[in-house]
DNA sequence: TGATTCTAGGGTAGCCGTAG
DNA sequence: CTACGGCTACCCTAGAATCA
């Protein structure tokens, strides 16, 4: 599925560490509505074109992989060919809001550096005969506590001495780092903690997480929760998520699907002053995407410093 | 450094008001 | 009376702070 579709938006100049010429994509995958091709920035093909063939580029990855890709010339624009560009995602096992910075080191030759949105860290690809499971571990790392410093949860500095506590973003879910200490400390307590899924849940094929997962860090900043039943009418913004995007300021915003293109008006309540719900919409948007119990679902804000209404790109996820 | 305590915030059951 | 939606209180988790 992923990679099946692909586009890029977001695309900056930067001059690479190492004094080479550089430029990042966005990967939005197949969550993209557009049908553009993905398009290379002109002022730095304007810039290199000494150095750049006008036919095919070679893409070199931090794990020695090679891939050459076809370039389509459009009047002063260059894209790459839609196909490569989808093979290579796919080869890379690319997701949705992965960053890759491309360097150009020689003749139409780039080092590729690829840098994953979830958990912020370069992405070097393992061996190109893995595994469903790898997949599987690559696409959950965030939620992992594996040794891999190459997928290493980025955790929140400690800051002043009882400072407020800030909502958890990018940290590890309850099977992460610390639950052991934790469950022998609730023990003690007398409380019953649940740092593992049940069987029922094991059955039903997904992992009840009790916390979403958010991540501020990205462009587009987004969170994902497995839905419930109560999320039947409303479901719950984090709260780190709602403050720091603004969603917390604002009356209504535009849900809308990454695979029926649907959009519906969500409207946005308060709750306590210290909950923040998306309420009526939310019900109808879920029926009209068949979002059901046990389905996890990724809300990412498409336009987080515009002023006008939100838009919020729903996503369904592999269950895990 | 590990154990313990504190506490902000997420999740949800259930109460209550309203409409049909 | 029933269904539905809004709201609240409470439970629990887990990061941060503190202490031995």
């Not at 990042?24 to 091709?37: D, M, N, P, T």
């Not at 290579?88 to 949105?117: C, K, P, T, Y």
């Not at 973003?169 to 593992?196: D, F, M, P």
């Not at 019900?283 to 046990?294: C, K, L, T």
């Amino acid at each position: 599925m992923r990679g099946s579709r692909s586009s890029s938006k977001g695309t900056n100049l930067k001059v690479g560490s190492h004094g080479c010429p550089s430029f990042f994509k966005i990967y939005l995958g197949e969550s993209s509505f557009s049908c553009e091709r993905t398009l290379v920035p002109r002022a730095f093909v304007e810039a290199h074109e000494e150095k750049l063939f006008q036919s095919s580029w070679a893409l070199k990855t931090e794990d020695g992989g090679l891939r050459r890709v076809k370039i389509e010339r459009h009047g002063t624009d260059s894209f790459f060919c839609q196909r490569d560009w989808e093979g290579f995602a796919r080869d890379r096992n690319l997701r949705f809001g992965d960053i890759i910075v491309f360097f150009l080191v020689g003749i139409s030759e780039f080092e590729v550096m690829i840098f994953s949105q979830t958990t912020s860290c370069r992405i070097v690809s393992p061996p190109a005969n893995k595994t469903a499971k790898a997949d599987h571990d690559a696409f959950t790392s965030s939620s992992s506590d594996d040794d891999d410093d190459d997928e290493k949860i980025i955790k929140a500095p400690r800051e002043g001495r009882r400072s407020k506590r800030k909502s958890s973003c990018n940290y590890a879910h309850a099977s992460g780092s610390g639950s052991s200490k934790r469950s022998k400390l609730a023990s003690g307590k007398g409380i019953q903690v649940k740092t593992e899924s049940t069987e029922s849940e094991m059955e039903e094929g997904f992992q009840m997480k009790r916390f979403s997962n958010v991540n501020l860090t990205a462009k587009f900043p987004y969170f994902e929760i497995v839905v419930k039943k109560s999320h039947k009418e409303s479901i719950f913004v984090p709260m780190g998520f709602a403050r720091e995007t603004g969603i917390i300021h604002e009356k209504v915003i535009k849900m809308m699907s990454s695979e029926n293109r649907s959009r519906e008006k969500v409207e946005i309540h308060r709750v306590n002053n210290n909950r923040v719900l998306l309420v009526k919409g939310w019900g109808a948007f879920r029926s009209a995407n068949n979002i059901q119990v046990g389905d996890k679902c990724s809300f990412t804000l498409l336009n987080p410093n515009s002023h006008g209404t939100m838009r919020l790109l729903v996503k369904k996820l592999p269950k895990c």
